[in-house]
């Protein structure tokens, strides 16, 4: 079972519409949630990041962590055609250094 | 800004070759990894090193091995490329103690003949 499961998509969607994107894991060791976002031909970036259970909001950008479901979820507001991209979850355990990524979705927004 | 830099956007590469892909970061990071991203495998740790001339095996270490002389610089080498370490390659720094971000270099499209 791989640590960290993604659904890969690709998901498209038109401008404005809200998106959600979902990761489910098998180590409760894990306290740290990340998104990355990566563009077509870059590196990935960090989005944002939660540490332990709850919901953080970063503009029209929202991450939820359910520990108990051992699931993650991304949502996208008022989607724009530059949120294109591939999303991976990424997690780690509480020393932090070495992360497990999850395969990424594609997301296309459409204009 | 951090900075990570990869010494090649696109690499073509023949069976049998050795290959060198260097990775240089200027925000003095005492973490290293280097990745090999697939389409439906995600990013997989090949290696990792936390300190200089220190090398940690990743996940899929097998066929690579990689030096680190100096603390900026990280390089991966492919000691005999084959045609499955057709790849993307990023490599990522990030400064030691704890949580903290990885920052990606750009990556080299690596293709093996």
């Known amino acids: 079972q791989k640590e960290v499961e993604q659904d890969p998509g690709p998901l498209s969607v038109p401008e404005g519409a809200i998106v959600s994107l979902n990761c489910t894991y098998s180590?409760?060791?894990?306290?740290?949630f990340m998104w990355y976002r990566q563009y077509s031909r870059k590196g990935p970036e960090l989005l944002m990041y939660t540490y332990s259970s709850g919901n953080k909001e970063d503009g029209r950008f929202t991450a939820q962590v359910d520990k108990s479901s051992k699931y993650i979820s991304l949502f996208i507001r008022d989607s724009q055609p530059s949120d294109s991209a591939t999303y991976l979850c990424?997690?780690?355990?509480?020393?932090?250094?070495?992360?497990?990524f999850g395969t990424g979705t594609s997301l296309t927004v459409i204009p | 800004d951090v900075k990570v830099t990869q010494s090649s956007r696109y690499l073509v590469k023949r069976t049998g070759e050795k290959v060198f892909l260097e990775c240089v970061q200027d925000m003095d990071h005492e973490n290293m990894f280097w990745y090999r991203q697939d389409p439906g495998l995600g990013l997989r740790l090949i290696y990792f090193s936390y300190d200089v001339k220190m090398k940690e095996k990743g996940d899929i270490p097998e066929g690579y091995s990689v030096s680190r002389e100096k603390k900026e610089r990280f390089s991966l080498i492919l000691e005999s490329a084959s045609t499955n370490q057709t790849s993307m390659y990023l490599c990522a720094s990030q400064e030691l103690g704890g949580y903290n971000e990885q920052f990606f270099g750009p990556g080299t499209r690596l293709t093996v003949l």
């Open positions: 180590n409760s060791a894990f306290q740290y």
């Open positions: 990424a997690l780690a355990s509480n020393t932090g250094n070495q992360f497990y």
